[in-house]
């Protein structure tokens, strides 16, 4: 519903500006970061890739935090960006006790 206001918001706000809206995904687990947009494509890869190192989290020069290296889907509409989110739901692990954030950037 917040991704729909956001696009409904920008369609009516000041005409001739162009925004571009960036959706990415992490899951916290064990306080490690996972991208759910660039997860493995098997169940066997993505415990692979949780005894990788964690993404990490930065302050950039903007004095903004930012996760290094988080992939960004560039998304044109609400439908889209949805989407993108439900792709990256899938690539979820199977743990219990794990945290999904997800980031829109306008």
Known sequence: RLVEELFAISAKAW???VYTFRVSMVELYNEALRDL???PSSKKDVAKADKKASLDVRLN???RLEVVGLEEAVCSSAV???????AGLKNRGTYLQTHIASFVDV
């Open 15 to 17: 005409t001739g500006h």
């Open 37 to 39: 947009l660039a997860a």
């Open 61 to 63: 020069q903007d004095g």
């Open 80 to 86: 889209e960006a949805q989407e993108v989110m439900q």
